[in-house]
């Protein structure tokens, strides 16, 4: 089969990929082209033993809101112990995350590493780490896919905050074996799509290549 795209067309897909924090409350893109591109990627992605430990919610509207309500609701008080000052630079962060169209939940399933190790168990104590990267693949798949239709997103770790994690789950609805990875919120563009990579490390520090 020949390849669909060069692998230049495909870096240059990659890189288009940024951080977008101001986003709406809009998304020109449907929920279900959203949910097909999110089907795809989990159709295809790469996992250690295709043991395939990704687990993704859609959540999308008047639900993504509510979402952040109770994210809110949780994180305040904690927050606020540590001061009101973090509470203050939280709370504006949370709102504008909460003023976004959407989320795409990315969680790992902790019976699929279970059960990956059982059955290969001379790698059992791999899973973990493997589970890490194979949702990190998923993301980026995920996020850069999302940006190339038009939308803009960026990622966040509720989990930092173990009680919100708590929540998070509640109000989705998930099973208890499920861990929070990542939190992609998404929605239309507030502003014209960043053009500038952020800056990066010389590749004499970062690229060796032995031949
Ligand atoms: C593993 C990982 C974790 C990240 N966590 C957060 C986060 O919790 N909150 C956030 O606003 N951005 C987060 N980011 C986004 C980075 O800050 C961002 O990718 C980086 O500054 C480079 O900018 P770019 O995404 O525009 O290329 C994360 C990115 C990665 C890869």
């Known amino acids: 089969m020949a ?19 101001g986003l709406k409350s809009t998304s020109a893109v ?17 996992s250690s033993y295709n043991t395939q430990p ?15 309500d109770a994210i809110i609701k949780e994180a ?3 927050l606020k112990g540590a001061g009101e000052e973090v509470w203050k630079t939280m709370s504006g962060i949370f709102a504008a995350h909460k003023g976004a169209y959407g989320s795409v939940v ?9 059960e990956a190790g059982e059955k290969h168990a001379s790698g ?17 798949l ?7 239709e038009g939308l803009g997103a960026n990622l966040q770790h509720l989990q ?32 014209p799509h960043p053009e500038k990579v952020p800056e990066k490390l010389p590749l004499s520090e970062t690229l060796k290549v032995v031949n």
């Open 160 to 191: 930092a905050i173990p009680p919100v994690e708590a929540v998070i789950k509640q109000y989705l609805d998930v099973p208890q074996d499920y861990s929070l990875k990542a939190h992609l919120n998404y929605g239309d563009e507030a502003q």
């Open 30 to 46: 449907s929920d279900e082209r959203v949910e097909q591109i999110l089907g795809e990627v989990l159709s295809f992605a790469p």
């Open 3 to 21: 390849p669909p795209v060069s692998a230049d067309q495909w870096l240059a897909a990659a890189k288009y990929r940024r951080t977008v924090y």
């Open 54 to 68: 990704v687990r993704i919610t859609l959540v999308t509207g008047e639900k993504h809101k509510g979402l952040w």
């Open 76 to 78: 305040e008080p904690i």
């Open 106 to 114: 990315f969680w790992e399933s902790g019976n699929s590493i279970k």
């Open 142 to 148: 995920v996020w850069t896919a999302l940006e190339l």
């Open 124 to 140: 059992a104590h791999m899973f973990p780490q493997f589970a890490e990267h194979t949702t990190g693949m998923a993301q980026i």
